[in-house]
């Protein structure tokens, strides 16, 4: 079984979602097809407003989110929403397949939501890409 897996590493419930990934696939013998999306483009194209734009749609998913992390027992640390650029980290990772674009993407997923790496600063692919 195959799973269509779309994401955007600016989007913390894609970094959450890609965290149960892992086990997912041992418990139920699946393989997931990790691509990216642009959300921004997504958003605009749909008419729609990024939920970090409204007050109070903001304030509800960063109290969802530490809560989900907490369930989860994963790190988690909120980024200012729209304050970095994933598209260089998307092309990297669909110009990778298979298990290489999987290892990928958790890398870049959990160096940016742990607070590991600040992708607001220069040259924190490459960071991620040489830590990995």
Not at 46 to 65: C, F, H, Q, V
Request: hydrophobic residues 45%; glycine residues 4%; charged residues 25%.
């Amino acid at each position: 079984m195959t799973i269509d897996f779309y994401f955007d590493f600016i989007s913390p419930y894609s970094y959450l979602a890609a965290t149960r990934i892992p086990e997912f696939e041992r418990q139920h013998g699946a393989q997931f097809h990790w691509l990216a999306v642009n959300l921004p483009r997504l958003i605009k194209l749909s008419g729609n407003t990024p939920p970090g734009m409204i007050r109070n749609k903001a304030l509800y998913s960063l109290r969802d989110l530490k809560r989900w992390a907490a369930y989860l027992d994963v790190p988690f640390k909120m980024i200012k929403p729209g304050s970095f650029d994933s598209r260089p980290a998307m092309s990297v990772a669909m110009a990778l397949e298979g298990e290489d674009r999987a290892r990928f993407c958790q890398a870049v997923f959990a160096a940016i939501w742990s607070g590991e790496i600040d992708p607001r600063e220069e040259n924190w692919l490459n960071r991620v890409i040489e830590t990995r």
